[in-house]
């Protein structure tokens, strides 16, 4: 007499629905890849061996984005060292001009084969040989004050609130390889400004 009816109890209030009101912000995925993500989140590794499988399949995926972004200039997957806008315009102010510090190992590498080789035949030659060491130290000293007072000003101008500690050292390092040498590799021709 006094119990509920089974249509008293089936009807309840429906729940709003939850979430923004200008919606998820996203397409729907389709079935195929939900069930794929689905199934990619249960999957978990049954043993140690699995798991270190899937590292190394995923460490060797990471270092080939690497790889890539070192030759394309990708700013997604390349190091932490090269990542950023200002390292960006750093390595571009770089590729951008001729250095004396380029040249200066296979130069100071020829002069000094010369010096060892014809030194004892030419006495002489030894004492030119130092002159033209220590005139090539000069040289690199005033080309590395150029470039990093250069490089902070273009920074400060460009990048105001951006640090620019290290970044003399970056373009240093990066001046003393080979161009054809350097990552990631140089997306601006000699004499072009940088962007």
């Known amino acids: 007499m006094f119990r509920r009816t089974k249509s008293e109890t089936a009807t309840t209030v ?14 729907t995925p389709s079935r195929k890849e939900a ?3 689905r199934k990619a989140a249960f999957k978990k590794p049954r043993n140690r061996k699995e798991a270190s499988a899937i590292r190394r399949d995923k460490m060797r995926t990471e270092r080939a ?3 890539s972004a070192m030759q394309t200039g990708d700013d997604r997957y390349l190091p932490a060292a090269d990542k950023g806008p200002v390292r960006r315009f750093a ?16 130069i100071l590498l020829v002069v000094s084969l010369v010096g060892v ?10 004492g030119m040989v130092n002159l033209l060491f220590l005139f090539m130290i000069l ?5 590395w004050f150029l470039l990093t007072a250069g490089l902070k ?9 951006e640090s620019t500690k290290g970044i003399g050292f970056y373009a240093v ?23």
């Open 139 to 143: 040289l690199i000293a005033g080309d």
């Open 65 to 67: 984005k690497m790889q």
């Open 35 to 37: 069930e794929a993500a």
């Open 173 to 195: 390092r990066r001046t003393m390889q080979m161009r054809r040498w350097r990552l990631p590799k140089p997306m601006v021709k000699r004499g072009e400004k940088p962007s």
């Open 14 to 27: 429906p729940a709003e629905p939850q979430g923004k009101p200008g919606g998820k912000g996203r397409p």
């Open 91 to 106: 390595r571009d102010y770089v590729d951008a001009r001729y250095s004396v510090m380029e040249f200066a190992l296979p």
């Open 153 to 161: 000003k273009q920074i400060a101008i460009k990048f105001p609130k």
């Open 117 to 126: 080789v014809f030194s004892p035949q030419f006495p002489w030659l030894a």
